[in-house]
């Protein structure tokens, strides 16, 4: 089992950033990735970002050049950086983490609310 613990989330202005941390603990193995997705009120769960131990990193076209993705692999955490932030970026964002040999074996945070509104 692994559990994901997200922070980080709240409501920004149009053009402000927000930071959000998911700490992993349990049984934590490599290879591994470690992601970020959003659903948005009446939408689908999409990727955001996921980047894998070995640190390559993977950014959706609807964020690349606004949000960056990070791990440190010692204390088990992946970050995601949002800058430039618009009203589409509205969502609930879940962290996510699968074991590379087992994708199907994934595991997800509770989620945390991310609101950009004037």
């Known amino acids: 089992q692994v559990q994901l613990v997200e922070s980080g989330g709240g409501l920004v202005t149009p053009g402000g950033s927000l930071r959000l941390s998911c700490a992993a603990s349990g049984h934590i193995s490599s290879p591994n990735i470690m992601g970020w997705y959003r659903q948005a009120p009446g939408g689908q769960r999409e990727l955001v970002a996921h980047?894998?131990?070995?640190?390559?990193?993977h950014v959706v076209d609807s964020v690349k050049g606004r949000f960056t993705i990070s791990r440190d692999n010692a204390k088990n955490t992946v970050s995601l950086n949002m800058n430039s932030l618009n009203p589409e970026d509205t969502a609930v964002y879940y962290c996510?983490?699968?074991?590379?040999?087992?994708?199907?074996?994934?595991?997800w945070g509770q989620g945390t609310q991310v609101t950009v509104s004037s």
């Open positions: 996510n983490y699968k074991w590379t040999p087992a994708p199907g074996l994934e595991y």
């Open positions: 980047i894998d131990s070995d640190g390559v990193r």
